[in-house]
């Protein structure tokens, strides 16, 4: 059974810093994909970083460029996602994802945590 399991989502202050984890499981992680998406209530869940099997990075969300960078260590099986400096807009639930591509997108295996929550008070 694949399990994603993020942490280190909170309460920070504007300005402050904080670092995402995601630690998966029963999966071959070296050969999947990792990303981590936001979300805020109401609204369509969206790309903010992918990291492929190479640990090439990728900051898809402008916003975020310079801020953020997602890295992965494939010993522990975990994507982590820094970020800095950090505004109130960036509060939103933020969540893991893992993508394993095939030649024929209806075979493409997709997994998704269950989120963290991250809240930026001004």
């Known amino acids: 059974q694949v399990q994603l399991v993020e942490s280190g989502g909170g309460l920070v202050q504007a300005g402050e810093s904080l670092r995402l984890s995601c630690a998966a499981s029963g999966l071959?992680?070296?050969?999947y994909t990792m990303g981590w998406y936001r979300q805020a209530p109401g609204k369509?869940?969206?790309?903010?970083a992918t990291v492929d099997t190479d640990?090439?990075?990728?900051?898809?969300?402008?916003?975020v460029r310079g801020r953020f960078t997602i890295s992965r260590d494939n010993t522990k099986n975990t994507v982590y996602l820094q970020m800095n400096s950090l505004p109130p807009e960036d509060t939103d639930v933020y969540y893991c994802n893992a993508l394993q591509r095939a030649l024929n997108p209806k075979y493409d295996r997709r997994y998704?945590?269950?989120?963290?929550l991250v809240t930026v008070s001004s």
């Open 28 to 31: 071959t992680f070296s050969i």
């Open 44 to 48: 369509q869940r969206e790309l903010v």
């Open 55 to 63: 640990s090439n990075a990728n900051t898809a969300d402008p916003s």
């Open 112 to 116: 998704w945590g269950s989120g963290t």
